[in-house]
Each structure stands twice: as structure tokens, then as C-alpha cells.
């Protein structure tokens, strides 16, 4: 295939971050720790599924001798009816044991590996759930969720038929390898020649073709990330006319793909013709010395015909042991990431004798809180603040100012550094986690929504709470009227990226999200992204049911909110530079004067 | 066949791969049959014939076949291969240019997540068709003719005795191929379902740690986990069902062979050598029939998974170069609206009725109106993004669709409503639509966003690279590179469609300073909810439903009595607060 010579700088105009082709050590303890979920089924599908794998394999073991040494050397050769019925019917009665083995085999083998994949992932997912905000922030949702779901499902085919197989391929193996020795010793060492060989393709091969699939894979990876990014910029690319830059980075990323992948395959198809080169070789010296042996007279044909079979039979374990080692090679390195997350400790953690408020007056107290997200910078310098119950209290400052910060530590997502934040007078530390946040609501920027109905959405609030609930709730904050205009009412179906709500329409359903929680705390982080003035109006009047009766902290970036709040704290730089009221702050014309007064001097220059 | 007929001109070039790759599959099959055969030859022959010379051929012959056979099935498969990736690379390259060029009203109801199926699944699926399925089914039926042939030499009677099975075989297979697929699209399904659950799950984690439902998430998650393995545990019990059964099948014809075929040796009617190679054989013929459901159903999923791409590759453009394209350097940016009417859908109502305006080189023109009115319709009409079904657009004279789309977009500098960055270094992120730009004209567009300084202060500075979606930077970070990305192509017109929405006052006000410096010399159109931000346009148009309902100055339209002095009342009252205070 010819391909255009393109502009270098092109080839490099993105970049995407992949992993590196390695294997990892092997890792005894992280074996034992992975099979360690296995134990709850010790004392029942784990030994059925072995007995019924030991069943199948012994038949197989069986049938060779019964044809050869017995059918073929006795029954025919002696020209004995009778006996040749007796083995047909044994046969028979073997073969039907192994179905009924078989079926119970495969039923239970997956069970047992998908019920030790539902205890895994669960129990991952309710770590992670559990885990604190530090732990999100620090990593992508892309990432996260291919550990929960990719890496745990690569563990599924280790635990389905990996390990069971493994046995099932030892004990044929080794069976094998004593029914010959018992039938022909010599014969046998002449035979078992090829072992070496095999175990040699079988493991160097192998592991050289594996890695090929590896790059493959990764180049793949990167083909993928490119595809996914092209479709979502397509807009952006299309304005600036990058068409055709784009299609030579593509193509590539695609050449790489396909020279990886023609090596891969290169070297995967050497594969099969060297293992059965090697059987071959195997087969020769049986016809020549078999042969031999025969013309001596200490072989039989029938011994000779029982060799044929199982050196037949020989490949498949010694195969199937390197598949399972690859598997075993792969399920290390995933269960290595999965245990990396289950070693995560939440930082945020509850004392033991954590006090339950069940009523929180929401009376809110800072103590020279000083806080640090990384140990490097210092988000909160000594913070000293009061909130008394049933305030508003709006929070002004520069992106970075520790706004946000405040928020955090008010409902625990974070502990502070030093310094003590109090609730009702008591140590926040010292409040259970469940009846803390049971009783403060946070209202974010960017509203999630589930996939779902409506009705769920909002009703993700409070789960318990009835159909009735739900739909005053939406009333009380305006958002009833644009949910009846909606094809299907509350049971129209909205998903995360759909296009159905618009942001502010998204903002006065986690309003009503929040209402329906009831919490004695609100905190409410402001959306700035562009709303229309009309919808505007509306959260402004959903708003004021909203702040009714609790404490609230607004990180305020609408004039109107802030000017109606009790106080005001000014931060920056993660101090409180001013505080009081939006009159008491106009007046003394200092920062918060000049933030305002910024609004609307915008163009005001030109 | 249709199908695979459209799809010709991609895998039509490498056809030469799979021929050969064929021609060896031939060659492979029939050696495998003659395995059986030497040990018959062997028993019967050489051990009850007494030939005991013939040994050293018998076992020289066999090892050099072997060989013979390792070459021709090394060259099948790597042939195989090649034909099957080769026509991916080039399948690929025609799907992505394709993505490049389809129209936005295709990405309108396009979702991501369907067509990176198709440029992965389902090329996928069709490689591995051509690569392995044809040719899988072409060596079943090779290896069951040749495999029967050698049976009916052997003894006519005994082969029917042992193959008088396979009807019943043919049946179950038939059974297990129909209920198994099914099975197979609800573990997927099912699969898909808890993958949405974890993934709405860990990006909402705010949402549910903020109202503490993490106990609620895992009960859902639970459910979600318990379906799926509920779904996979069925579908074993399918094969659990069926795949014993196959086997047992089998065996029962090596029942069948053993006591007939026992007979006929006892009685001298047959060697006992071809009775150990009709052992062999048989399997010859009952595995290619438990597999061949599985190819066939290769087959048809290959066909669909064609079929999906060719619905992407047989997508119309819509929008392209007319023959005789104006290859425009430079434009002035004089641009004017004449009756302009666009619809979306053939039968959705009008994004825009009659829109008439002029706007002069170097004039702004402000946008106002709520969600849907049409202002972001209007501005994707100038660079072609769509097309009016009525009316003209013209940009210097003459009509938009006079122009080839480079010169026309080259010339248009759009910031989007979200700002969208790649994954690559600020600098390429800035020069994107000019790849060979200066470094010293990509800092100067960045200064003028007002980018520089906080691009400074990131460790890497211009190198740094953003990850997918741009993460890392905050969404004001975000925008101001977006106008650096416009501003950096010295387009003649200007487009700002909400360019301000994910920033704080603060920076919004930084901001539009900058906005003030770059709009300068330059058509630009400034969409925006807050007055603020288009007060000072030389003409503000206020759309409603898709209409000019009012046009003007700030001065003329805040007294019109219409939707722009309440838009400004609403917005004034806020202001009237601080007022007083600055003046007094």
C-alpha cells in the first residue's frame, strides 16, 4: 500500500496519553488476596464444580484404553462378541456419565465465577462510593469506571473456566503421562520428546505473540480516543477547516495500527504450524519406534492405536495451561488496579462513637480553620466566621479565593487542616456522617441529571418521598409549569447530555431536588453559566421558597442573591477581607465595591 | 449480498491475499485428512501386513506433509489476515473522512456513542468476517466433502451406521444457535445497562455525596449487578444445555462405530486400521456441524455490521463545493441577510422566518432572545453550516454558496457556545486552524484573549498538554483559549455565541475588555443574554421565534416598549441598586 508523505507537524498535532506494553512479576500474595473471593463457595459450587470436572476428565482419560487396549487388543483380535457388547454398552454408560457431568459442569462452574465477579464488583463499587471527594478529584470518570467495569470483567474469564480448567488440565496432563508410562515405558520416553518443545512454544511463543497483542491494543486505545475526540470537536474542526489536516493525523494513527497489527498476526500465525509440527514429529517417532516394537513383539496394536489417541490429546492442556497463565498474566494486572482502589481508605472517616443529631438547628462556627487540598498551597488561611441559624450567607470572591473551600468543609467532604468547624456548637468530627449530610443539601453549577423520568430525578432528593411530594416540591419552585409542557409530563425520560432542559430549566429541578430533601443546611454553589432572563426571574422567585427557614451559604455570583442575603463574607486569597451586609460593604467601597461596580462597567470603556 | 457487493471497493483491491489464502486452506484441509489415513495405512500395512520397511517412508513422508501442511497454514492465515486489515485501513480512512465532511445537521441527531460502535464494532465485525468466516465455512465444507469421501472408501455401510446421527446433531445445533443469540444480546444488553448505571454514577458522584444517597446508589447499582449476572448465568444454562448434548452426540456415533465397525472386524469385512481412522474421522465431520452455526451466524452479523457502515458511508455531504467555487483569500466581511428562512426539518417549524439585516465591514452586531429564538441558527448560516431553504445570504456581494467552504470558514472565526478543546498542547490548540502559525502569532492571539498570563503560569506553559476534553483548565481557561483558537485564524468575521457563560464576573469582565481589542476591524456578532455584553453593537437585533421582532441601537430599543426593554428592566433592577451608590 502506497500512502502520501504528510507534514510532520501534522502527525503530532494531538496528544493522548497510553500505557506501556509491560508485564508484571509475577505476585503470589496478590493471587491468594484474588482468590480469597472464592472462599465463601469452598463448601459448596467450588467442590461440586471440581467433582464434576474430575468426572469428565477421567472418561476422557478412560476411552483411549478402552478402545485400544481393550476393544481393539481383546474383544476384536480374540473375535469375542460378547466382550465387544460388554465395552460398547461400558462405553456408552461412560459417555453418558460425562454428559450429565458436563451439564452439571458448566452450570456450576459459572456460577460460581459469576457469583465471584458480583461479589467483586460490588464490593468495589461500595468502596468507591464511600470513598471521599479527594479520591474524584483526582482522577478522570473514564478511568474510574473502567476499572468497575472492564478490568473486573477481564477477572471473568479466570474465574468462569481459568482456574477450574487448570486443574482439570494438570490432572489430564499428568494422567495422561502415567497411563502411557504404565502401558509402554520405553515408548513413552521416546514420545515425550516433544514435551520440551511444546512447553517451549507454549510459553516463549506465546508470551512473544502476547505482547504484539498488546501493542495492538494500545494503538487501538489511541485510534479509539482519537475517533471519540474527532466526533465531539467535529463542530470545532469543521469551523476552522481542519478536514484535512485531521484525515492525515488519522491516517496515522491507522497506519500504526495496521503495521502493529501485521506483525501481531505474523507472528500469531507461526503458531499453530510449529505446535503441530511438534505433534507431528511426536507421531513419527510413535510409527517409526511403535512400529519397531511391534515387530519385536512387545507392543500391541491396540497400545499402538491408545498412544495415537492420546498423544492427540496431549496439545490441548499444555495449550490451554499457557491460555490460562496469559489469563492469570492479565487478571494480575487488573486486580492489581481494582486492589489499588480497595486499599483507598476514605479520608473523611466517622469515630466510633460518632454522636447522631437527629434536628440540626444549623448554627454553623469556624475556629482558625486552615486547609490544604495538596500540602503545597494553602486554599484557607485561618478562617474565623459565624452563621447563625436560619441565615443567608453569601460568599464573594475571585476564582481560587476558597468559596468553594468554605462549602466543603461545611459538609464534611474535606477535614480541615487545622482549626475546627463546628455545627450546633459541636465539633464536626464528632457528628455520625449519615445524620450530618442527611441534613445538609448542596445545590451544584453543573446539574446532574440520571437518566430517568422526571419524577426519579427530582425524587432523588428524598427516595420515599410520594408522587404527590415530588410534584409540590417542582411547584414550589417554578418548575412545574415547564415539566407539564414536556411531551410526557414528569415521566418524560431525560438523560445526562440530553437536550430536552436547558441549564436553567436543569437548575430549578435540582432546586426542587433540594426542597424535597428538606435540609436544615442548603448550600448552593451558584450557576453562571447563560441563562435566559425569563428563566432567570424564575430561579430568582424559586430561590426565595429555597432559603426559607434554613442556613444557607451562597457562593453568590448573582447581584440579586447577594444583595438579599444577611451577610456577606469577602474572601481572598483564602482570608475574609470583608464582611457585613451589601449596604455596610457599598459603603465602605473596598473590594466587594469594586466587584460590583466591575458588572457593569463592562464595555463601558469602549 | 447486496452488501457485501457496496463494500466491494474496499476489500476488492486485496482480493489477491484471500485467494491465496484460500488456495493454501485447500491445501491444509486435505492434509489433515490424510492423518487418519497413515495410521490406517500403519495398522493395516505395515504392523498386520508385515511391511516393517515401508516404516522409514511412512515416517519421513509424514513429518515432510507436516511441514508441507505448517507452511500452507502459516501463509492461509497470515494471507487471510492481511486481506481482512488491509481493507480495514482502508475502510477506515474513508469512514473518518467521511465523519470530517457530514453535514451538522447529521451531528445534530447523531450520538457518539453509535458511531464509534460502528467505526469500531462493526469494522471489526466485518473484518473478522473476511478475514476468518469465509473462510471457515469454505474449509467445514471442504473437510465434512473430503472427510465423507474418504469414510464411503473406507466402508459405505459403516458410514451411514455412524453419521446416522447427524440429522438429530443438525437439529440441536440448529436449536442452540437460535436461542443462544438472543441470550448473547441480553448479556450485552445488560452489560450496557450496569455500564451506565457506574458511569452516571461516578460523574453525578457530587450530586449524590452533596444529598448523601450513596446507599441508594449502591441499592440501584445492585439491582443493575444482579441483572447481569442473572442475564449470564441464563445464557450458560443455554449451553449448559445444549453443548453437552453436541458432544454426547458425537460420542454416540463413536458407539455406534465402535459396535458395527467392532462387528465388521470380527466378521473381516473391515481392517481394524480403518476402523481406528473412522474413530478420527468422525469428529472430522461433527465438529464442522456444531460450528457451522456459529460461522453462519458470523455471516449474518458481518452483513449487518456492513450494512451499518454503509449507512455512514453512503450519508450525503449535503453541503459542498459548487463547481465553479470562488477560491476567495481575503474577505471584507460586508454581510447581508436577504429573506432568509431555514428549517431544520422538513416538517419542524421555521429556526428562522424572513431575517433581513446588513452589517458592514468592521460593524458588531448584537443577538438577543431566549433559548431557541434563533440567534445561533442565524450565525451557522455565514459559514454554511446549514442552509436556508429560502432567501440568500452574501458575504462582500456575493451569495455564501458562491465560495468554497475553506475560503469561507478560513474567514470566520466561530467561538462556540462550549468551548470544545482537543487533546494536545495549548500552543496546537491555539493554532488549529492555522497549523503553521508563528509561535509568535499564537502568543499574540493568546495575549489578546487575555490567555497569556495564566498559560504562563502553568508548569509546561504553551507545551502543556491538555488531557481529553481539556481537562484541567477551569471553564473561563477554557473559553479564553477558545477566542485565542478565533482570533488566531484573523478571520474578517467574528462570531461570539455566548462566549461568556462559564466564567465568573470577574474574568467575564476580563473578558470582554479583551473582546473590546480583538473586535476591532472586524464584522463580528455578539449573542448573549445580559444587556451588558451588547449594548455597545452597532445594531441589535432581538429574535423571537425565530423572528426580528425589534431592531436598533440600545439607546432606541430600551424605550421600544417591547421584549428588550423588559429583558433590561429585569437586568436594570439589579443594577439600580448599585447606582445610587456610585453617584452618591
Redo the contacts between chains.
Sequence with gaps: MKRKKVNENVLKRFHYSTDQVIDKPFNWHQMLRLFGYMKPYRKNLLPLSIAMVIITTLVRLAIPILIGVYTLDKAIKQKDMGLLTILVISIGLLYTASYIANIFRIKWMNELGQSVIYDLRKHLFTHVQNLSHRFFDQRSAGSILVRIMNDINSLQELFTNGAINLLMDLVLLVGIIIILFTLSPSLTLAVLVILPIMFFISTSLRKNIRRAWQLVRLKQAKLNSHLNESIQGIRVTQSFTQEKENMAFFDGVNWETYESWRIASQKNAMFRPLVELTNALGTAVLIWFGASLIQDGTLTIGIFVSFAFYLGMFWEPISRLGQVYNQLLMGMASSERIFEFLDEKPLVAEKDDAIHLNELTGHIQFEEVVFSYDDKRTALKGINLEMKSGETVALVGHTGSGKTTIANLVSRFYDATSGTVKIDGIDIKDISLTSLRNQISVVLQDTFIFSGTIMENIRFGRPDATDEEVMSAAEAVGAHSFIENLPNGYLTEVEERGNILSVGERQLLSFARSLLADPRILILDEATASIDTETELKIQQALKTLLKGRTSIIIAHRLSTIRDSDKIFVLDHGQIIEKGNHHELMELQGEYYHLVKAQYQVFSAS | MNTFKKLKPFYWPYVKYFFWSIGFLMLVTAITVV?PM??QV??DD???GKK?SW??Y???G??VL??I???A??IN??YG??FG??T??RL??SL??K????P?RY?DN?K?GD??SR??ADVEGFRFFLSFGIAELIRLVVLIGISFAVMFYYSISLTLVTLATLPFLAIVVYKFEKAVHPAFRGIRKS?GK???K?????????????????E???GK??DS??D??DK??ST??I???F???M??IG??S??SL??YG??L??HGQLQ?GE??AF??LVWYIIWPIVNLGFVINMFSQAKASGERLLEVLEEEKEISDGEYSLQSEKLRGEVEFNNVTLRYDEDSKDALYNISFKAHQGKVIGLI???GSGKTSLTQLL?R?YEPVNGEVFIDGRNVDEYS??SL??N?G?V??ES?L????IK?NIS??K??ASMEEIIDAAKRAQAHDFIMELPEGYET?L???G?GL?G?QKQRIAIA?AIC?DPSILILD?A??????????KI??AL?EVMKGRTTFII??RI??L??ADEILVLENGRIVERGVHAQLVKNQGLYQ??FE??Y???S??VP??TG
Excluded at chain 2, 457506574?198 to 450513596?214: D, M, Y
Design positions: 492423518y497413515i495410521l500403519t495398522i505395515v504392523v498386520l516393517y516404516v522409514p511412512l515416517a519421513s509424514f513429518i507436516m511441514a501442511k505448517g507452511v497454514t502459516y492465515q497470515y489476515d492481511l486489515i488491509k480495514v485501513y477506515r480512512n473518518y473522512e465523519l470530517q465532511f457530514l451538522f451531528y447523531a457518539t458511531l464509534m467505526l469500531t452489560f450496569l455500564n451506565t457506574v458511569q452516571e454514577n461516578i460523574s453525578g458522584i457530587n450530586t449524590v455525596k452533596s444529598l448523601s444517597r450513596e441508594f446508589e449502591i447499582f445492585n449487578n444482579g447481569y449476572k449470564y448465568l450458560s444454562s449451553w449448559a444445555k453443548f453437552p448434548l458432544e454426547f460420542n454416540l463413536v458407539v465402535l459396535s467392532g462387528y472386524v470380527i481394524p476402523l481406528v474413530y478420527s432572545g431566549s433559548t459559514t453550516f467552504l475553506h470558514r478560513s470566520i466561530f462556540l457556545q470544545f482537543f487533546s494536545s498542547t496546537a488549529y486552524g497549523p503553521d498538554i488531557g481529553e476534553r481537562m477551569s473561563g483558537r485564524v455566548d461568556t457563560s462559564a466564567v465568573d464576573m470577574e474574568t467575564e469582565f470582554q475588555k473590546i448573549a443574554h451588558s455584553s449594548k455597545h423588559r429583558i429585569i437586568q433592577k439589579d443594577q441598586v448599585i451608590t456610585q
